[in-house]
């Protein structure tokens, strides 16, 4: 199970995730999001079920949030 929510509009470049499985690692989620490497984002890890997903822009971090949304049940 994967869950995403936006935050406010000061933090639209950062995507939450979590309830996804406790042993995936930095590189699990590398590849969900390996559409947007180039675009530059950061993995911030909040414990092992819930991490942060940083881009470098709001409107980089939106493309993915509205495609997460049709993945998994959003909270």
Request: negative net charge; proline residues 4%.
């Amino acid at each position: 199970m994967l869950a995403v929510q936006a935050g406010d509009e000061a933090f639209a470049h950062v995507l939450e995730v979590f309830d996804f499985p406790a042993d995936f690692h930095t590189n699990d989620l590398l590849a969900m999001f390996s559409e947007y490497k180039d675009t530059g984002f950061e993995i911030k890890w909040v414990d092992d079920t819930h991490a942060l997903i940083v881009f470098s822009s709001a409107r980089i971090g939106e493309r993915p949030f509205v495609l997460c949304l049709g993945k998994g049940p959003q909270a």
